[in-house]
């Protein structure tokens, strides 16, 4: 029989997602990036769609062609998957601001203070829905889209550390705006920044260095090494410190204002 704190926590879990399956926007926003890697793979082509292609132009040199494709496309695909990581564990996390603001409107959260269980509790058990939820629809839908292909190990790993975004981005939700046009503003502008970090494919250093305090860019950056092949241990682990020492002033200012 489920003790007190499991109840509690799947009660949560089974609220939030009536909420959420009742909401259209919040639906859609949810599975964006399912749906980014459905149209990644009906979209966008890979050499053999292109060599195709040319054939049927009377293109008689595919062999001569082929270097040049590949190098081509192991150029764009990365950049394309990139936004796709950048932005997967971004909207995921600004959807449940957005929720989490909706409960503040409709006077649910400051129930929660006279509640038996402390209000940072609360919030953990509140986030690790979505973190899972990230984790699972960033790994699985990575394949779909069919580019930049990685073992799924790798994929797991880059995923789970992008994951520590999503607390980040809820929790700057909930913090900054007073009201839910605010934050609808905020998940644009979250997702803006997300996908900012995409830039430094294209400059370098000094210009790249105002990106290293998004977290974003060093999952980007571990994206990129991985496809390489190299180590990317030490980007994930700053990707992870960025987003944690971010969400704890978003949840100090948020906890203020609860209060």
Same mark, same amino acid.
């Not at 889209?145 to 799924?152: V, Y």
């Given at each position: 029989?489920?003790?007190? /704190?499991?109840?509690? @926590?799947?009660?949560?879990?089974?609220?939030?997602?009536?909420?959420?399956?009742?909401?259209?926007?919040?639906?859609?926003?949810?599975?964006? /990036?399912?749906?980014?890697?459905?149209? @990644?793979?009906?979209?966008?082509?890979?050499?053999?769609?292109?060599?195709?292609?040319?054939?049927?132009?009377?293109?008689?040199?595919?062999?001569?062609?082929?270097? @040049?494709?590949?190098?081509?496309?192991?150029?764009?695909?990365?950049?394309?998957?990139?936004? %796709?990581?950048?932005?997967?564990?971004?909207?995921?996390?600004?959807? %449940?601001?957005?929720?989490?603001?909706?409960?503040?409107?409709?006077?649910?959260?400051?129930?929660?203070?006279?509640?038996?269980?402390? =209000?940072?509790? %609360?919030?953990?058990?509140?986030?690790?829905? #979505?973190?899972?939820?990230?984790?699972?629809?960033?790994?699985?839908?990575? #394949?779909?889209?069919?580019?930049? #292909?990685?073992?799924?190990?790798?994929?797991?790993?880059?995923?789970?550390?992008?994951?520590?975004?999503?607390?980040?981005?809820?929790?700057?939700?909930?913090?900054?705006?007073?009201?839910?046009?605010?934050?609808?503003?905020?998940?644009?502008?979250?997702?803006?920044?997300?996908?900012?970090?995409?830039?430094?494919?294209?400059?370098? /250093?000094?210009?790249?260095?105002?990106?290293?305090?998004?977290?974003? %860019?060093?999952?980007?950056?571990?994206?990129?090494?991985?496809?390489?092949?190299?180590?990317?241990?030490?980007?994930?682990?700053?990707?992870?410190?960025?987003? =944690?020492? =971010?969400?704890?002033?978003?949840?100090?200012?948020?906890?203020?204002?609860?209060?």
């Amino acid at each position: 029989m489920a003790g007190p /704190p499991l109840q509690f @926590f799947r009660s949560l879990i089974a609220s939030d997602l009536r909420s959420i399956s009742r909401n259209s926007l919040l639906l859609l926003l949810t599975f964006t /990036p399912l749906l980014m890697a459905v149209v @990644f793979r009906l979209t966008v082509p890979n050499v053999a769609m292109l060599e195709d292609l040319v054939a049927k132009q009377g293109y008689t040199d595919i062999e001569g062609l082929r270097g @040049f494709l590949e190098t081509a496309l192991g150029q764009i695909h990365p950049v394309l998957m990139s936004i %796709y990581i950048g932005l997967s564990s971004s909207l995921v996390g600004s959807v %449940y601001g957005l929720l989490l603001v909706e409960e503040r409107e409709d006077h649910v959260l400051p129930s929660i203070r006279v509640m038996p269980v402390a =209000f940072s509790t %609360y919030m953990i058990a509140r986030l690790i829905l #979505p973190i899972l939820f990230s984790i699972a629809v960033t790994t699985l839908a990575y #394949p779909i889209a069919g580019m930049a #292909p990685l073992p799924l190990g790798t994929i797991f790993v880059i995923a789970a550390a992008g994951a520590s975004m999503v607390p980040m981005a809820t929790l700057a939700v909930v913090a900054i705006a007073p009201g839910r046009v605010t934050a609808l503003a905020m998940v644009r502008v979250l997702s803006l920044v997300a996908i900012l970090p995409i830039l430094t494919r294209f400059i370098g /250093p000094p210009a790249e260095w105002i990106f290293m305090p998004i977290g974003s %860019y060093w999952q980007m950056q571990a994206l990129w090494t991985a496809i390489e092949g190299g180590e990317i241990g030490a980007q994930l682990g700053i990707c992870v410190a960025v987003n =944690f020492l =971010f969400a704890l002033v978003f949840y100090a200012i948020f906890a203020n204002k609860s209060e």
